[in-house]
């Protein structure tokens, strides 16, 4: 029975020796032999002779932070003896590892310092390392430290031989992960290595106020008065000509209705703000109704009804004297019908606006009032503003990222964005458009003045009904359809206008709020957005 116990246990020790054997063995530490050449142009050679078993890896420390605004990198080429990829080195033990570092040379005072993660970043334990370095030049200092990387523990032996030409280093025990770092000094410039910086980025640096960025910034600012002084000389010519040429005008010559440089409703709303808005459009309705062109007849509607009106083409009216941009209108209301429901020009008219804004701007070039048309030149304008944003921007990332001169990039940003507004106001009258502007608003003050002058009361329905379409433009559709309300050829109120009818049971006492009504509706049908003006 001894005897079977005594089998027993040597099977049980037998069988825990053979399962426990790899286990120890995958545990075991290592030992490292280097050796490290420092040659000219600071690259070290460095050879290592591994001695264990199994699998290994190290992972190299290749950049560690040199200052506030740099790391340091570590460039480690034509290794040998092991396979290395993105800073891992595999090797299996037994092994000899042959490999260059350069950039871990640094010039400091009198010497230049070689330092170098000799041993570390190995998977398993170093039970003992021991490092012999040599370089181009005798030795002037020396020092180690093992551990952690931040380590200030110095190893444990580091000598030179007497000649002074190598510096040895040995370490017991290093734990899997830790590093025995070794530095030596030489003669100053005896290998002439460098450092090798890499600019961290942050926005502090990206972003640094300097020589050249600030000149940039001193040459944005100039650039901009330079545009605001353009702009003046430019724009500012049509306040120096109202200024001059602005007075009392007189719209009624010899009893007729003449408006200053024959000036339609449409055109002066495109010569006050430079743009052919919806409300200029809605104008030229209102100027063809009273002028002959058209009747708006209003429709009967129950209380809780949408308002509607009819456009009526009037026959034998002479069409052949309108302007290109109100036939273009005439036509797109019309379409070869005699008469439309305004609602039914709501969305399908949309379409047809387009042209009648691009006549218009073709016309106020035909009359002399731009030398180009207003909104050609805003549209290059602005496009050139928003293109160099983009290449700003484009241009801020890279500068910003890879250099100290990202404000140069945002200095187009800020030129771009100057130039796509300022680009809004770059349309400039010429001098013949200046005056007829000047001649314009001081119509605008007539208008508003109240004064009905020495009309006679017979003409003055049809006198008023023409002032009407221009006060569309200027805002006071309320203030003029009152008057003409007001005033009829024999002083009773009456029914209906020549040019405007309403349903039964309408007077001219309710015009006013028809008409206030009616424009807001057409420029509501005619366009998908509104939009309005303010002088």
């Excluded at 040998?80 to 000899?96: Q, S």
């Excluded at 300097?210 to 040459?219: C, I, K």
Aim: hydrophobic share 45%; net charge negative.
């Amino acid at each position: 029975m001894t005897g079977f116990r005594l089998v027993l246990a040597a099977l049980v020790t037998t069988a825990l020796a053979l399962t426990t054997a790899p286990a120890m063995a995958a545990n075991a530490g290592i030992t490292d032999e280097v050796t490290m050449t420092l040659g000219k142009g600071g690259m070290l050679h460095v050879v290592e002779k591994i001695t264990g078993s199994g699998e290994l890896k190290r992972t190299f420390l290749t950049r560690t932070r040199h200052d506030d605004a740099n790391d340091r990198l570590f460039e480690i080429s034509n290794v040998k003896g092991g396979g290395y990829a993105d800073g891992v080195l595999r090797v299996t033990a037994p092994a000899t590892v042959e490999y260059d570092v350069k950039g871990a040379v640094t010039p400091t005072g009198k010497v230049e310092e070689l330092r170098w993660f000799a041993v570390g970043g190995w998977n398993v334990s170093v039970d003992k390392a021991t490092v012999q370095v040599t370089g181009p030049g005798p030795v002037q200092n020396l020092s180690c430290f093992a551990g952690e990387l931040t380590s200030a523990v110095g190893c444990t032996t580091a000598a030179m031989d007497h000649t002074g030409a190598q510096a040895d280093f040995e370490q017991q025990g290093l734990a899997p992960g830790q590093t025995l770092t070794v530095v030596v000094g030489f003669p100053e410039g005896a290998s002439g290595g460098r450092p090798i910086l890499d600019k961290r980025f942050s926005l502090a640096n990206a972003f640094a106020l300097n020589m050249v960025t600030g000149g940039a910034l001193a040459g944005l600012l100039v650039l901009l008065l330079g545009g605001v002084a353009l702009l003046y000389w430019t724009r500012g010519r049509d306040a120096r000509v109202v200024s001059h040429e602005q007075g009392a005008v007189n719209p009624v010559q010899n009893g007729h209705f003449t408006p200053p440089d024959g000036v339609r409703p449409g055109q002066i709303g495109t010569l006050v703000d430079e743009q052919a808005d919806v409300v200029d459009v809605t104008a030229t309705i209102v100027d063809l109704a009273v002028r002959g062109y058209l009747r708006i007849d209003e429709q009967p509607r129950q209380t809780y009804d949408a308002p509607d009106w009819l456009l009526v083409r009037l026959p034998h009216a002479p069409s052949h004297t309108l302007l290109p941009y109100e036939q273009a209108l005439y036509d797109a209301i019309f379409e070869g019908r005699d008469a439309v429901l305004l609602s039914q020009l709501s969305g399908s008219f949309a379409a047809h606006l387009g042209q009648v804004r691009d006549a218009l701007y073709a016309d106020v070039v035909r009359q002399g009032w731009f030398a180009r048309r207003p909104d050609a030149e805003r549209t290059r304008w602005t496009t050139i503003g928003v293109v160099l944003m983009v290449l700003g921007l484009l241009a801020t990332a890279a500068l910003a990222w890879f250099t100290s001169y990202g404000l140069l990039g945002l200095a187009a940003v800020i030129a771009g964005g100057a130039l796509a507004v300022g680009g809004q106001y770059m349309p400039a009258k010429t001098a013949k458009g200046s005056a007829a502007l000047a001649h314009t608003l001081g119509f605008r003050d007539f208008l508003f003045s109240g004064d009905l002058g020495n009309v006679p009361e017979k003409d003055r329905v049809e006198l008023f009904s023409r002032y009407l379409p221009y006060a569309v433009i200027f805002d006071g559709v309320e203030h003029w359809s009152r008057l003409v309300a007001s005033v009829t050829g024999n002083g009773h109120q009456a029914d209906n206008l020549y040019w405007y009818h309403g349903p039964a049971e309408w007077d001219l006492s309710k015009f006013a709020g028809s008409m206030r009504t009616f424009t807001t509706t057409t420029s509501g049908a005619i366009s998908a957005s509104r939009q309005f003006r303010t002088l």
